[in-house]
């Protein structure tokens, strides 16, 4: 019996140091093994440039878009050789007239190779712009009708309808159709903080908000991406089989916020001291590319440091490898045909700064 007793306890302590070496997150490392590597970078200073805020890359370009305060007389978008980071020309010109765009906010890749679109989510307009004319305005302008004035992030759909992301709905995703009609939602939206998805507008916008972040279409499948930037959540949403892969870390507790304001201005507050989740998604054939925070406004105020981690993830959200970069970024877009990293620097005089992928990460593809 003693003989039993003694077999028992060591499989329990047995099962427990499995449990303990067993990844919290995809993220943590080195419990789960994957690669970490450290990179360094070079930077070019462009005059065009002046309150660059972010990089996509189209084709052999990269696609660099300002701040929205930026003066309404200078043009919010730069098209840029990759290269040899020459200037190749901008587009955009800032108003509310035909063709015309109100802020450049989230990029399209388009289903063209000549052209991409620029969603202005101040004036509810989805505007196509194309690679090789010369013209400042865009060719072709989407205005959202009255049924859409609620969807803050839009994008195109295969099929020739939208995907967006709307605040007050009970979903991550919402499809519509070419007229602005609500056709169905998918992945939906979570208990947060107390806040039940108990159907009304008010928990939804809530919860949508302290999930807040960006929203990006991947250019070489069907695959649409939400990443939070306080709450550390990554939602990946494959438009094919409609299904909604959740991401959770590198933090795994919903931060602390307050409740703020009343009526239309009710909204979640969270503290300047708080770290940045994911501030920025790219894509490759095979791997999604996140750009992680780990540091505060208020760090970033004082040193000008916001972001010097990218994650590697398999398009299910499977990581790959992490990289530390020596130089902090707001935005960047990966090259893996060049093997090249771009992305937009923080610093007083920012520009464009450019680091090699690894080769181990490249020839994995191989």
Not at 207 to 217: C, D, M, S, Y
Not at 252 to 270: D, R, T
Not at 337 to 365: H, M, S
């Amino acid at each position: 019996m003693r003989h039993y007793t003694i077999c028992f306890l060591f499989i329990l302590l047995f099962l427990s140091a499995c449990n303990n070496n067993s990844p919290k997150s995809p993220f943590d490392f080195p419990a789960n093994g994957k690669p970490i590597f450290d990179l360094t970078s070079t930077k070019t200073y462009l005059p065009q440039l002046i309150i660059p805020f972010k990089i996509d890359r189209k084709d052999s370009f990269l696609i660099i878009r300002e701040s929205s305060r930026l003066s309404p007389d200078k043009p919010p978008i730069h098209i840029i050789n990759q290269h040899d980071l020459s200037y190749y020309m901008s587009k955009g010109v800032l108003g509310y007239g035909p063709n015309e765009i109100a802020d450049a906010h989230v990029y399209d890749p388009g289903f063209s190779d000549s052209t991409f679109w620029v969603n202005s989510v101040v004036n509810k307009r989805i505007s196509e712009f194309s690679l090789y004319d010369t013209s400042s305005l865009s060719s072709f302008e989407f205005r959202q009708p009255p049924s859409m004035q609620l969807v803050t992030k839009l994008l195109l759909s295969p099929d020739s309808t939208f995907l967006g992301h709307l605040s007050a709905d009970a979903y991550n995703f919402v499809s519509f159709d070419k007229k602005g009609n609500r056709i169905k939602g998918y992945g939906l939206k979570e208990p947060i903080g107390g806040m039940l998805n108990d159907g009304s507008i008010t928990n939804n916008f809530l919860i949508a908000q302290v999930n807040k972040g960006l929203f990006k279409r991947d250019p070489y499948s069907n695959i649409y991406v939400k990443a939070s930037l306080y709450t550390d959540r990554i939602d990946i949403f494959d438009y094919d089989t409609k299904e909604v892969f959740k991401v959770f870390g590198p933090r795994l507790e919903v931060p602390a916020f307050k409740i703020v304001g009343s009526g239309a201005n009710l909204a979640p507050a969270f503290t300047t001291e708080l770290d940045y989740g994911h501030r920025e998604i790219c894509f490759s054939q095979e791997y999604i590319y996140d750009l992680y925070g780990g540091y505060s406004e208020k760090d970033y105020r004082q040193t000008e440091v916001l972001a010097k981690t990218i994650y590697i993830l398999t398009k299910k959200g499977e990581m790959v490898a992490k990289l530390n970069l020596d130089r902090s970024l707001i935005s960047f877009t990966v090259n893996e045909e060049l093997g090249k990293i771009y992305g937009i620097t923080t610093d007083e005089d920012r520009g464009i700064a450019v680091f090699d992928i690894p080769k181990e990460l490249l020839n994995k593809q191989e």
